[in-house]
């Protein structure tokens, strides 16, 4: 199944096939693709593209994937038939059985826009279905064309200049697309597309996610379900029935220690992470399916140009203000791997989350608001040059912000809800197994006395360098597995004003969590996550030793 971003592509799967049956990453990539069955038969959901260049990872999916597809369902917008008509020019050129699918015609006869689909499908050469997958329309004349085409003789043709398709695509437009009335943009469109109302509705718009997410679900929901749920109702039998049932040892410790499979990586990976992953794609589902997101990334586009990254980057930005795991997991919305690993390297750096704002604004508004405002603008000012640093220095380039704005809607509640819940699963799938072998190896290294020996390690480099005391390498520890214990652990050792500083913007600037690490290394690799880990760690001692020689 093929189509352009924002067509109803996922809507028409989920008829098709009724429920996600499976949803992961290709092979070397960040980019998901939904697997399910229709009578028996494979169907994928191949990404949004809006042309097969091989100019991304999305297009050079699509096109390995197609290359093995029997059939093509290629969905377009009727309503935006015009752009959408490229993409299927460029299939049907691919030389495999295909039915195009022209979608959301509701919304056509809604806007009093004529399409003759009898002529399309003899000027394309291929069945054309007509539908409108929110209502169901068209799903079981789409089934039928896909029996009676079936698998076909591969014969590709020849690839044509990309100028000639799209006045191809314009001429085939021309002739099957006519107006009853003129069309109009809604007040609603006409606020959000306006640079002072626009900017005014993207704040509100962030300020809500940095709510819900960071406040509502890090803080409300994650504590009942982390704390509640597991601390006090789940593990507290399971520890004291495994602490009489195994003998006092290694096991115990991996299991059911500090750091253990059960007590660490279970209840994080469950009780912390899969709250936040699920509010994570409900929120990202509402403002793709709305229509907002594409306005939201072009409005505030120019922004993030001299740090190599696009306006798409907005939404993983404020995610890290919540929780800057999941920030890193909704960078997959940016269409190369260069702007991926900029802007995971920027929030692993410089973005403290909800948590660890929370600790660290409670701890220097006791010593003055003045130091809170200097940690706010050097925050700032690291992440800019960082980021202007990675662009000047990494090779490759970013992709411009192409998209065409698709119309505002309502988003359907039971597509928001399956795909987030779908997308949510395979995500702790895949990260669960991680947690559970960082848990062992932390475990063995408590256990066998590395974390001690590498306080004795680390006490040269803190003194000397940093001029804290030797009693804050624990902290910076802990911070590795909790960004927000590691904060709060300072508020237990005795430190000046200058010093408490130091330690508080060289924690923030430090490693990751753990969790963070994890995906970070999930997402992009063991060689790039060790590259982003070790350079924030050069980063932040660096910054704390200057920062300790002139405070």
């Not at 936040?276 to 907002?292: A, N, T, W």
């Not at 997959?332 to 750096?349: N, Q, S, V």
């Not at 992709?399 to 995500?427: M, Q, T």
Request: net charge positive; with cysteine.
């Amino acid at each position: 199944m093929a189509g352009n971003p924002n067509v109803g592509k996922s809507l028409v799967f989920t008829n098709l096939t009724k429920r996600y049956v499976e949803v992961s990453n290709y092979p070397g990539t960040t980019v998901d693709i939904s697997r399910g069955l229709w009578q028996g038969n494979p169907v994928t959901d191949t990404p949004g593209v809006y042309a097969l260049n091989g100019s991304n990872d999305e297009e050079r999916l699509t096109e390995a994937l197609l290359s093995d597809a029997d059939v093509i369902i290629n969905v377009v917008d009727g309503t935006s038939l015009r752009r959408d008509l490229y993409l299927t020019l460029q299939l049907s050129a691919r030389g495999v059985p295909m039915v195009v699918l022209v979608n959301m015609m509701d919304e056509v006869r809604r806007q009093q826009l004529q399409l003759d689909l009898a002529r399309l499908e003899t000027l394309l050469g291929v069945p054309v279905v007509a539908g409108a997958a929110a209502t169901g329309e068209g799903m079981a004349e789409l089934g039928q064309v896909v029996k009676t085409i079936g698998p076909g003789k591969r014969q590709r043709l020849r690839d044509q200049d990309g100028d000639m398709l799209r006045r191809r695509a314009n001429e085939i437009y021309q002739a099957i697309a006519a107006f009853q009335g003129k069309p109009q943009l809604s007040p609603l469109d006409k606020w959000l597309t306006r640079p002072l109302s626009g900017l005014f509705t993207a704040a509100l718009v962030m300020a809500f996610i940095w709510w819900a997410v960071g406040r509502l679900v890090a803080g409300e929901v994650v504590d009942f379900t982390e704390g509640v749920v597991f601390k006090r109702w789940l593990l507290p039998p399971l520890v004291t029935i495994l602490q009489k049932v195994l003998p006092q040892g290694l096991l115990q410790h991996v299991l059911v220690g500090e750091f253990g499979i059960f007590t660490m990586a279970v209840a994080y990976g469950i009780g912390l992470l899969l709250p936040l992953v699920f509010s994570f794609y409900l929120l990202l589902s509402l403002l793709e399916d709305s229509g907002y997101l594409p306005r939201l990334a072009v409005l505030l586009d120019n922004t993030f140009r001299p740090l190599g990254l696009n306006g798409k980057a907005v939404i993983p930005l404020i995610l890290g203000f919540g929780c800057v795991t999941m920030a890193v997991i909704s960078t997959r919305m940016l269409t190369t791997k260069r702007e991926r690993i900029i802007l995971a390297f920027l929030l692993g750096l410089a973005v403290p989350c909800s948590a660890q704002t929370g600790v660290i604004a409670m701890m220097l508004a006791t010593m003055g608001y003045g130091w809170l405002v200097l940690y706010g603008l050097l925050l700032m000012v690291i992440f800019v040059m960082a980021g202007v640093i990675l662009n000047k220095t990494m090779p490759g380039r970013s992709d411009g912000l192409f998209l065409e704005l698709p119309r505002l809607r309502l988003p359907r509640p039971r597509n928001i809800l399956s795909k987030s819940w779908a997308k949510s699963k395979a995500f702790l799938k895949d990260a669960l197994p991680l947690f559970v072998l960082s848990a062992c190896l932390i475990t063995l290294l408590d256990y066998w006395g590395g974390l001690a020996a590498m306080e004795k390690l680390a006490a040269p480099v803190t003194e000397a360098w940093l001029k804290l005391p030797p009693t804050v390498v624990r902290a910076f520890i802990m911070g590795l597995i909790r960004r927000d214990f590691g904060a709060a652990g300072l508020l237990t050792i005795e430190l000046s004003a200058g010093q408490r500083f130091v330690a508080l913007m060289t924690m923030t600037l430090f490693v990751p969590c753990i969790a963070s690490v994890l995906v970070i290394i999930k997402e992009h690799g063991l060689l790039m996550g060790f590259a982003i880990t070790l350079t924030s760690l050069a980063v932040a001692l660096l910054a704390g030793g200057l920062l300790a020689a002139i405070i």
